[in-house]
């Protein structure tokens, strides 16, 4: 998996196991966080960019950019039972331990294993904070 072939959904996916091994909370309910990080990462010039970030769109419909298809992913992956967002909050969702073991087997090459580092570097600061 490349930069010039992994998708949104696998990026999300990759960027989940990184978060949930790094014992980080992973906001459900308030998708800001989410959308905040990925419209940075659009706009950043770094090394091992994913391509699919150039075809991203976001909208300013509410008081942050917004992307509808990150958004629909992030709530597929709670509707397929990959990631589960508990009662009565569902503020954070947490990541199925079989399926994180799976998706960590795809190991990402070249320059997007650096930018899943930055990533997650950006992750840490922005996901703290939200809370």
């Known amino acids: ?7 949104l959904g696998e990026f999300v996916k990759q960027l989940t196991v990184r978060i949930h091994d790094a014992r980080l909370p992973m906001p459900f ?3 800001e966080p989410w959308h ?3 419209y940075r990462l659009k706009q ?5 960019k994913p ?9 300013w419909d509410a008081l942050y950019p917004r992307s509808q298809e990150l958004s629909e992913y992030i709530h597929a992956l709670h509707f397929t039972g990959c990631v589960a967002a508990s009662n ?4 954070e969702m947490s990541l199925n331990p079989k399926l994180g073991q799976i998706w960590s087997s795809q190991k990402p090459e070249g320059d997007l294993s ?3 580092d930055y990533a997650m570097e950006r ?6 904070t939200s809370q």
């Open 51 to 59: 391509a699919f970030f150039a075809g991203l769109r976001f909208d």
């Open 88 to 91: 009565p909050s569902y503020d």
């Open 36 to 38: 905040t990080l990925f």
């Open 114 to 116: 650096k930018f899943l």
């Open 44 to 48: 950043e010039d770094v090394p091992g």
């Open 1 to 7: 998996m490349t930069n010039e072939d992994i998708s």
């Open 123 to 128: 992750v840490k600061t922005q996901f703290a």
């Open 29 to 31: 309910k308030d998708e």
